[in-house]
């Protein structure tokens, strides 16, 4: 998954209802190819296990089928 694709920015969202964030500041989208996705550091090392955890389970569910 690119980070400029349609998959990403959804996930972004369910991320942040998923931890109950409120708007949380972003950092600018050049910056998100080099893994900076959220101005919080805490926010974004969260964000970037999810991210990985959700391409795993992805490649998981392919192998399988």
């Known amino acids: ?3 400029s694709s349609q998959e990403h920015y959804q996930l972004m ?3 942040e209802l998923d931890y ?3 708007k949380p500041e972003k950092e600018p989208k050049q910056l998100w190819k080099c ?5 919080d550091g805490e ?3 969260k964000f970037t ?12 569910l ?3 089928s």
């Open 43 to 45: 926010t974004n090392l």
């Open 62 to 64: 392919r192998m399988e």
């Open 20 to 22: 109950k964030l409120n």
């Open 1 to 3: 998954m690119t980070v």
């Open 49 to 60: 296990a999810y991210r990985q955890g959700y391409a795993y389970a992805e490649c998981k």
């Open 13 to 15: 969202v369910q991320f």
């Open 35 to 39: 893994g900076f996705f959220y101005c």
